[in-house]
């Protein structure tokens, strides 16, 4: 086995993000075991993977959303598929259009402002579109395009260095608010009245929430980005403008319980073990191996944490000096041992990678076996269990 020799001060300095790594803790294994150049390579590499991707999973997302609606797909409640903002997250058929209604509203567009943490320039552009809490739209700005070469009316920079002159995520929000809804406007004039937000990231948050595969650990990440004072970081690591209320009602409630709140809304506490698409399998395995089985297959081979491990586990301390100092970034969860070995129970890593549903919650401390399984899959291509 390689001697890991990174550690917290190899980061460079004008990485902005730096003192967020050790929250982010498969890019922080990333870069322990192979240098922060390696992180820099995927991001590099990334442009010709994105579409691809996003349109497999998006569209994905809206022809199950419409398969449900139209009661073509039956028992719901064991089909999951991703979030619409963000499309990062896993949702129950079943619960998609009430939990969307409830947290963004009847008609809403939101556009993700993903930042390049080394550059700082706006690195993609992905908007989505929901009507009546049912998701139907999606469309991307990709790193290349034009676009992004606009000058801003009144700032008089290129819209893709925004980032570099405009301090904090929220006012970086603002100065693109106006021009993107214009842009909205254009595209899809039919939805022209209606409600616009902008959730704005640096794409270490989005790479870290992406590599996650519990359903319950990628919700309560999203409680840490939001969460910079807690931690004694200088801003969001990614945020909404405006805010959606509820969402800003229930990070006020801590950790633990935004991730029950969240989890609740999603998947009724149920555990789902996020899957992993082609594109993505082919892209890491052809480009990125030893990325695939250090993050991804060892997350399988070492367990999942239940839902209990993940509401109970202690985090690093940022808010102290002495843990950058001491290099004390260690995620302290209560038994490792109890982590759910989806292989045990009999599943391959193929099945895996299509997703698993559990029905395991929050109070499960029992072993689990593979009598808790519920459905296997994706969207409308889910295989139901039981």
Not at 133 to 146: A, E, F, N, T
Not at 236 to 253: D, R, V, Y
Request: aromatic fraction near 12%.
């Amino acid at each position: 086995m390689r001697k890991i020799t990174h550690n917290y001060g190899d980061i460079p300095d004008d990485i902005y993000t730096k003192a967020y790594s050790p929250l982010g803790k498969h890019l922080w294994r990333i870069f322990k075991e192979f240098g922060y150049q390696k992180i820099l390579d995927m991001v590099e590499a990334s442009p010709d993977y994105m579409y691809p991707e996003l349109k497999e999973r998006l569209d994905q997302t809206i022809n199950t959303a419409k398969a449900i609606f139209d009661g073509k797909l039956p028992n719901p409640e064991k089909v999951v598929s991703y979030f619409l903002f963000p499309p990062v997250v896993s949702i129950r058929g079943d619960l998609n259009q009430g939990t969307m209604k409830l947290l963004f509203g009847e008609s809403t567009d939101v556009t993700f402002i993903v930042i390049n943490d080394y550059s700082r320039e706006i690195f993609f552009l992905l908007n989505c579109h929901q009507e009546d809490g049912i998701p139907v739209d999606w469309w991307l700005v990709h790193p290349s395009d034009d676009f992004l070469d606009r000058r801003h009316m009144k700032l008089g920079i290129k819209l893709r260095k925004i980032p570099q002159k405009v301090a904090g995520l929220n006012k970086i929000g603002q100065a693109l608010m106006s021009l993107l809804k214009d842009v909205r406007n254009e595209r899809t004039p039919q939805w022209a009245q209606s409600a616009y937000q902008a959730g704005i990231v640096y794409g270490s948050a989005m790479a870290n929430v992406l590599c996650e595969r519990s359903s319950f650990e990628a919700f309560s990440f999203l409680w840490d980005g939001l969460n910079h004072k807690y931690y004694n970081l200088p801003d969001f690591w990614f945020c909404f403008t405006p805010w959606p209320p509820m969402i800003k009602n229930f990070l006020m409630l801590g950790r633990k319980q935004f991730g029950l709140k969240l989890n609740g809304l999603s998947l009724q506490h149920q555990l789902y073990v996020q899957g992993l698409e082609e594109t993505a399998i082919s892209w890491l395995t052809e480009h990125f191996s030893e990325v695939y089985n250090l993050v991804f297959k060892r997350q399988i081979d070492e367990g999942i944490p239940r839902p209990i491990d993940t509401l109970e586990c202690q985090l690093p301390d940022l808010a102290k000096k002495s843990t950058y100092d001491n290099q004390d970034f260690e995620w302290k969860y209560k038994d490792p041992s109890k982590f759910i070995k989806l292989l045990d129970l009999g599943l391959t890593y193929e099945q895996i990678w299509k997703g698993v549903l559990l029905d395991v919650n929050h109070e499960t401390t029992e072993e689990v076996t593979r009598s808790n399984l519920l459905s296997i899959g994706l969207g409308i291509h889910t295989e139901v269990i039981k």
